[in-house]
């Protein structure tokens, strides 16, 4: 993943771990330490599970060649070996930045800051850009369109849906055409035929969400939250926590995709939530739609 630019002083951000932060003005910080010492903390664990992996090959497995040994320990060693030093590397850096890269930001005591961020009052709150000013001013009921990223990642997943589909569906027909009966159907083809089944019924959970997610968009009480955590998934997906106070002032938690891949801890992102029902929620960043502003 690219580095992003800070979103306060907009220099160069570099990552410790899975974390960005920025070595002029200390933004994201305390995010990225926590991250590098899991790892360090970790470490230990990898290789205990690495020793047991190995224990496991050659009391149960029999393993005797040395080459197969090498391979499966030699290699986990040196990635184990090598993450260390990066840690190591990363914790030190990080902990030998300037005071003035440091310095506590005050935190103002508005709609979209953290209750995390401001009981600790060492994190800034990062202004809404211009678009997402201009989404807190829209009401109901919204111009929405898709956008160009819902327009690809919907096309293709509807494309690969019917491919299975008809690939299995072939597949049945030839079987039932040998007798023209169902009876020749072994179980396999049954199961076959159940997968058939729930691909052709993907389309309409598809296309059921897109109605909920264009109900929020268009009709949806919007507000400004703060991302209060963000992981990455096992396909390198990027995910958030949120919180925002909703029109009452009571404070509302939730999570989502990132498909932007740009959001991290104290940064803002605009939700549409229901007015009735605040737990019907979604942030702008894990929509396929978006408003026309």
């Known amino acids: 993943m690219v580095a ?10 570099r990552f410790a771990g899975n974390k960005p932060y920025c070595p002029s003005c200390g933004w994201n910080r305390q995010a990225a330490l926590a991250d590098v ?9 990898g290789i205990f599970l690495m020793g047991g992996f190995v224990f496991f090959l050659v009391r149960f497995w029999h393993f ?9 320990t030699v290699f986990p060693a ?13 914790l030190a850096r990080l902990q030998a930045l300037p005071a003035s890269a440091m310095r506590a930001h005050p935190v103002p005591n508005n709609s979209f800051a953290s209750s995390a961020a401001r009981a600790a009052n060492s994190s800034a709150v ?89 109900d929020l968009l268009e009709h949806g009480e919007v507000a400004l939250a703060t991302v209060v955590g963000q992981w990455q998934g096992d396909k390198g997906s990027s995910s958030i926590q949120y919180e925002f106070k909703d029109f009452q002032g009571e404070t509302r938690k939730g999570s989502g995709f990132d498909y932007t891949e740009k959001l991290f ?14 737990q019907r929620q979604i942030p702008a960043c894990a929509t396929y739609h978006e408003v026309v502003t």
């Open 265 to 278: 801890e104290g940064m803002p992102v605009a939700v549409f939530y229901d007015r009735d029902n605040p």
């Open 78 to 90: 040196v990635g184990i070996l090598i993450n260390y030093f990066v840690s190591r590397r990363s």
């Open 126 to 214: 990062i202004e809404p850009s211009a678009q997402q000013q201009a989404l807190l001013r829209t009401s109901p009921p919204r111009e929405i369109r898709m956008s160009l990223r819902g327009r690809i990642s919907l096309s293709v997943a509807f494309l690969a849906v019917l491919g299975f589909a008809a690939i299995f569906g072939l597949h049945l027909y030839t079987v039932w055409a040998r007798k023209l009966s169902f009876a020749v159907f072994t179980p396999g083809d049954w199961l076959i035929a159940a997968i058939v089944a729930l691909l052709l019924f993907l389309p309409y959970t598809m296309w059921r969400s897109q109605v909920r997610e264009c």
């Open 37 to 45: 010492r899991g790892t360090l903390f970790f470490l230990p664990l």
């Open 64 to 72: 005797r060649n040395p080459y197969q040994i090498a391979i499966f």
């Open 4 to 13: 992003p630019p800070c979103p306060l002083c907009h220099g160069t951000t």
